[in-house]
Every structure is written in structure tokens, then in C-alpha cells.
């Protein structure tokens, strides 16, 4: 059992240097700019023999309204509520301020187990500030550096206890079992989501379109900023939760606008990304805001989406606020028809995220979306299926000489990709190979999911061709005829 340790502090403290260090990745947005995190992003640390859970935290304000700033400090609060242990940095170079004497003391309420790290601790000029830290009342900081890798040693040294109580509680408390383990050949089917490796699913759209709140909503709890402001979430936020029965982790990530208007460098480094998470991704979910579905912005998104080769699944949210339902759903099935053909038959859900209407839809068409991506077809039906084809429209003649399409198999899955053998592929224009794509989505029922099909020459497979020969033939060896006579 490994514990939770929670990283702390005001902010540009520099907890999300030391967040991504501890756990061996840029997981987390780094910037000289104060008040970059907003949301809890969770890591597996390892540091030494040691492997626990690490929260990097919004920097706490001291703003208790309903501001943006007071929901950040809530949210960091109830991490230090859940976590296990925290880590509570103070910046070496500024020294105390007044706001750090006032964390400590409710640090020191809510949780049992604080140690305090002065960091950005590194040469002479935080000395002063590193002694000044002795004031608060948490014991011996621990002089450390996130950025230069400073001072682990010591972070090691006072965590070890703290994993050796839980490690002793955890097998104190742990059941006994007694399970036989009979092992047996994997199935080649597609893959089915487990606990280590669970289905991955990332939501983009544009900003304030209710991305967190959708997330927030699906796993039950308020994990994640939402508010009226747009652009709140920067960083790309992934959660693990059991979405009816299925190991699923979700991506929430920042809102993305055109790119004229990125400007600010944290924006683009949220934007990448988001761009990074889609690309983990086994399945997006296109959030669209009903009032204002289907902008320039939405079809570059969903675009990109497909581009990248995962299955997409369209949401419109705030659906709740819509008063002619059935006409705006007619309208909106025309127009996603109409924009964008390369996700023809991809599902369309309408959800609200703020009641929760819509989510055992938005669940089903995931799941759905998850196994045509998937899917696999047998070279003996794709075969037959494509001399029906060619029957029914037969491909072109350039030059009066006839494209020959000899064979098909498919390659992989996840998207479903293809390769057909064919005599001049150059030669083969760019509509018969979408009248073969939207065949295969038809017959095959692959709606929506972005499929690969490629035309490959086979070349010249003749072995006698070019050849001379080296022996009499049989029959010139019959009649008496040797190569003499040629």
C-alpha cells in the first residue's frame, strides 16, 4: 500500500518543478509566470527504493470567496485532506511571507504528517531565507533544489518513515486470500480494458464549453476547477475512474482556441498539451456547446481528432438550456453530415453536464466507438467483398488500360487500416479509393471510426521473365535437337 503525498505552498514556489521530477516526466506546465496550476494532477513518484502517489497542487491563495482564486485554495485544501502526507515548500530567495505563516497553521490542523522544504535553496543567497523557515513551527526544513535535483536525499530520509507506517498498516489490515491462478493462452481479440491498462479517453473542444464539469460529473466527485471563466483548465488533467464497469482514464484538457489568437505562452503550452493527450488516446469526445455547435473551431478540432486516427464520439452539451430540442437535433445531425464527411456515421449524443442527463448515452456510444475502432475482418470476407465491389463499379481505365485490384487484406486495427494490391496505385483516382472507404463502412458496419485504406503496386511477380535459357527444353532433348540447332 503505497501512501499520497501532497505538494503545497504559494504560488511559483516551484512545486511543479519538483512534481515533475519526482516523477520522471514534463507531466506538469512549468512556468516563471505565478498561478500556472489550477487543477490536482496526479504521478506515480519514485524516489530511491520508495514508490508513492504525488499531488501537485493549485498555490494556495488566501481568498476564501466564490472567486476563481478562492475555488483554486478549496480545491487544494481537500487535497491536503485526502493525501496521506504534504510537502510544504517555502521559496528560499523571497523568504517567509505573511501568507506562508498562515498555511502552515492549517496545515498543521489538517493534516497529520507536513514536512516543510525550503526550496530553491541553492547557493548563498538562501541562506537567509532557508533559516527564516525555522519560524514556522514544522521542525528542520529540508534545504532542497526541484529545478537542480537538490536536497532528494534528505526528502527520501523523511518520507521513509511515513511509508514504513502505512507499509505496516497496510499488512496489518490486508485480507487473507486464497485464489488459484490458472494460466491460459490470450485471446487475440480485441483488447479489453484492465486495471493496468485501462481505456483512454480525452475530451477537447473549445474553451468553457464544460469540459471539466462533464469529467466532475462522470466520476462523482469535484476533482476538477470548473467555473463561468473560460479557460480555466491549462494543464492536460488525467483521472482513472470505474465508468460502469470498465477501467477508464480520462483526460481533461485545456480549451482550444484559433491559433491567431494564442498568444501567451502558457496557452500554447496548454494547447500542446492537449494536442499530446489526444494522441494517448484510444477515443475522443468532441464537447460542442449547443448554442453555438459546429464554429470553425469545432471542425478543426474534430478534424484533428480524426486525423490522428482515434475514434471520435461528438457530445453537445448544456442541452438542458435548449428549448426546441427536436429541431435543433435535426439541425445538428444535417450539419454534421454536411461538415464533416470523414466522420460520417460517428455517433452525435446530446448530454448535460451540469444535470447529468445524457451520460448513459455519452457512456454507450464510448464503449461502441471503442470496439469498431477495434475491430478486425477476416481477408476471406474482405476479399469477396471487394470483388462485389469492383462488380458493381468497376475502377478506371487511363489510357484504355484497366486498373487490376487483386487482393485485400487488412493490416491493423486501432483504426482499422487496409492495403489493397493493385496494378498502377498512381493511376487510381483519390474517388474510387472514398467509394471503397464508405463500402467498407457500410457493409462492414464501421460508423464513424477513421479508416486507413491504401493501394500498394505488386510489382512484376513473373521469375521467368527477363530469363534465358540455360538448357535445351525437353522436347528439343526428345526430338534429338540441342542448343546446336537453335
Partial sequence: MSFTLAIVGRPNVGKSTLFNRLVGKRLALVDDQPGVTRDLREGEARLGDLRFTVIDTAGLEEATDESLQGRMRRLTERAVEMADACLFIVDARSGLLPADEVFADILRRKNAHVILAANKAEGKAADAGYFEAFALGLGEPIRMSGEHGEGMGDLMLALDPIAKEFETRASETAPETDVDIVEGEEDEGPRTPTADKPLQVAVIGRPNAGKSTLINQLIGEERLLTGPEAGITRDSISLRFDWGGVPTRIFDTAGMRKRAK?????????????????????????????????????????????????????????????????????????????????????????????????????????????????????????????????????????????????????????????????????????????????????????????????????????????????????????????????
Fill in 262 to 486: 494564442v498568444q501567451e505562452k502558457v496557452e500554447k503550452l496548454s494547447v500542446s498539451d492537449g494536442l499530446r493527450a489526444v494522441k494517448f488516446a484510444e477515443v475522443v469526445v468532441v464537447l460542442l456547446d449547443a448554442a453555438i455547435p459546429f464554429e470553425q473551431q469545432d471542425l478543426r478540432i474534430a478534424d484533428l481528432a480524426e486525423r490522428e486516427g482515434r475514434a471520435v464520439v461528438v457530445a453537445v452539451n448544456k442541452w438542458d438550456a435548449e428549448g426546441e430540442k427536436q429541431a435543433k437535433l435535426k439541425e445538428l445531425k444535417e450539419a454534421f453530415t454536411r461538415l464533416l464527411p470523414q466522420l460520417r456515421g460517428a455517433p452525435l449524443v446530446t448530454i448535460s453536464a451540469k444535470t447529468g442527463k445524457g451520460m448513459d448515452r455519452l457512456q454507450a456510444a464510448v464503449m461502441r466507438a471503442h470496439e469498431v475502432w477495434n475491430r478486425r475482418i477476416k481477408t476471406s470476407h474482405l476479399n469477396g467483398w471487394l470483388s462485389e465491389m469492383i462488380e458493381a463499379h468497376p475502377p478506371p481505365a487511363p489510357g484504355g488500360r484497366r486498373i487490376k485490384l487483386r487482393y485485400m487484406t487488412q493490416v491493423k486495427a486501432r483504426p482499422p487500416a487496409f492495403v489493397v494490391m493493385c496494378s498502377h496505385p498512381d493511376k487510381l483516382p483519390e474517388s474510387y479509393t472514398r467509394y471503397l472507404v464508405n463500402g467498407l463502412r457500410e457493409d462492414f458496419d464501421m460508423p464513424g471510426t477513421p479508416i486507413r485504406l491504401t493501394m500498394r503496386g505488386q510489382g512484376d511477380k513473373n521469375p521467368y521473365k527477363n530469363r534465358k535459357k540455360s538448357t535445351p527444353s525437353r522436347l528439343r532433348k526428345h526430338l534429338g535437337k540441342g542448343r546446336a540447332d537453335e
